[in-house]
């Protein structure tokens, strides 16, 4: 097959979609053995070029990057044209995986895309106007046009089929794989003393001041005790700003990876999530987990960490207390069954699959 992803999403800082689609790519390189021409189209700036030429380094695939000055805008109106086809810039395909920030016409061959969660459908309060509208006009034409439609859990899936009318049999999950670099062994962050970790984007979505609530009564226990937040700044118009928290902003995985080991305990109050690939990264690295209790992060979970509603500041504090006295390592057998390969295997079936209906 000759298989064009749209690797747009890279020219942006990588946070989960953008880590998803690049483990998507090695994933399908290395389930393909070079059987399969994998061609990654990117049209953007110059900037932008750049940073998937970082991004896809190394893993064997065509890259097309047409430099495209206000790239985002450029995109956006191609989409909503419908014209012209993917196929005037990448040539004959097989198969044509978009993200979710364009969705160009093609002539031919299968069309995918990836749903990563329904939360603009589901919880439109939790996401910018803007995010509503784009992911809205994508998940109409996924739904209209999509050959399959992949989803990256069973939960998301389940969304896919309810929301959007998708038929079930349009639908298949892959789910995402972990970076080697979330590992047990290896440096530790110093903040200077135990603390509790957080990995998110700055956004109401994921449920940061209840965090601050429990940890606030966690704290006048264990006072040595801080709460280090990782990750870019969103819309998130709450302060987080208090006693014995850090923010430490946007960090490289490699630092990300210091901080999943040096942590005392991991915490994700998020009130919705597509998957929750923190969570599974902080398990690889052997670090015990207290999660929100919402069902969306079942599958993230398993039976490896402990579970509590972030909106109960007394049973999420309890959660972490307890946390703090379990030994490490207790999920890396879970965080082991994630893989890329496994990820790059199932969107090849479900092309394949596809091709021959």
């Known amino acids: ?87 005037r810039f990448v040539g004959p395909l097989d198969v044509f995986h978009f993200s979710d920030w364009m969705y160009p016409a093609q002539r031919g061959g299968v069309r995918a895309t990836t749903v990563h969660d329904l939360v603009p459908l589901r919880y439109p309060e939790l996401v910018e106007p803007s995010t509503r509208k784009m992911h809205g006009a994508k998940y109409r034409n996924a739904a209209r046009t999509c050959d399959v439609v992949l989803a990256n859990s069973h939960f998301t899936a389940g969304e896919i089929v309810e929301l959007l009318g998708v038929p ?33 984007t700055l956004e109401p979505r994921k449920n940061l001041p209840a965090l601050l609530d429990a940890f606030a009564l966690l704290r006048r226990e264990r006072p040595e005790l801080t709460l280090a937040i990782a990750g870019l700044s969103g819309w998130e118009d709450r302060p987080l700003a208090a006693e014995g928290v850090r923010l430490l902003g946007f960090v490289s995985d490699d630092e990300l990876a210091r901080l999943y080991r040096g942590a005392a305990v991991f915490a994700y109050p998020s009130s919705f999530e ?37 909106n109960d500041a007394d049973a999420f504090a309890a959660a972490l207390g307890k946390a703090l006295e379990l030994p490490r390592g207790g999920g890396l057998a879970h965080a082991a069954g994630f893989t890329w390969l496994a990820c790059g295997e199932a969107v090849l079936a479900a092309y394949e699959s596809a091709l021959r209906d």
Request: charged share 25%; hydrophobic share 40%; aromatic share 6%.
């Open 274 to 310: 597509g998957f929750g690939m923190p969570v599974v990264e902080a398990l690889a690295s052997g670090t015990p987990a207290v999660v929100s209790s919402h069902p969306s992060l079942d599958e993230a979970c398993g039976d490896a960490t402990l579970r509590a509603d972030p």
């Open 1 to 87: 097959m000759r298989i064009v992803l749209d690797v747009s999403p890279l020219s942006r800082p990588r946070t989960g979609i953008g880590n998803y689609l690049r483990g998507l790519v090695a994933g399908l390189a290395e389930a393909g053995g070079g059987r399969h021409e994998i061609v990654a189209f990117g049209p953007s700036g110059p900037n932008g070029r750049d940073r998937i030429r970082e991004a896809l380094a190394g893993l064997g695939v065509e890259l097309r990057l047409p430099l495209l000055p206000k790239a985002q805008w450029w995109r956006s109106g191609w989409s909503r044209l419908g014209r012209p086809s993917v196929e």
């Open 168 to 200: 079930e049999e349009r639908v298949a999950v892959a789910y995402p794989g972990i970076d080697p670099r979330f590992e047990p062994d290896g440096e530790r962050a110093d903040l200077g003393g135990p603390y509790v970790l957080a990995v998110s």
